[in-house]
């Protein structure tokens, strides 16, 4: 019974152990990927970001700007054949207007969707946020990503959307996302590759080309801290 009894404590005090290690070495990967990209002070101080991006998907280019004001709202305007169309989410409401798609005037985005892109509005990197907001970390040790073995960690949100970064070793930054979300009633995943890293003027650290399987992305511009007039915000009737 005696050697029984050491043999349970000595497997909870190695299994205690392990799981100590792993939490300390997530803590010790995620401070030092949230050096590599700028750190929390720099991105802290972000009150404004306008970005000019292009992309290509089955031959056709799409022009995007990005207009975001911290906590109160952000809008995307899209030129693609032609044509403009746009999206913008507050705090209270998400709107959207895509001519190719079919749509002949603004319609007002689910509950799901607007859930989700509200999330997004504090302009902050998610490893900067997610205590804060409730969200739960897991680390998964390694996985090969394209020949280069990354830290696996998955984070999943109080929506329930979960998310897995592929983290490099080498730099701390993030080269792949694996996101899984349910929205009106289905699930969905996709895997978004990020690289060219570029540290702006202010500081911050971020990614200027993202591919996924069906486009490319590349990021022309991006202003920090510029000046924004928020009746854009407002959709026009």
Known sequence: MKKI???????MALFTNVFTSAAQNLDNIIAKHIDAIGGR???????TMRTESSMKSNGAEIVFIGTSVKNKGTRSDVMLMGMSGWSIVTKEVGWSLYPW???TKAEAMTADDLKMAVEELDMLEDFLTYKEKGKSINFYGMEDVDGTECYKI?????????????????TYMTIKITTKVKSN???????????????LPEGIVMPMSNTNGWSENRVNKIEINVPVDEKIFIPAK
């Open 5 to 11: 009894k050491f043999a349970y404590f000595l497997c």
């Open 41 to 47: 002070d720099n991105w802290n101080k972000l009150k």
């Open 101 to 103: 798609a079919g749509q």
């Open 154 to 170: 998955k984070m999943i949100d109080k929506n329930q959307k979960e998310s897995t970064y592929f983290i490099d070793p080498d």
């Open 185 to 199: 009633g289905q699930e969905n995943e996709y895997s978004t590759f990020y690289s060219n890293y570029e540290k």
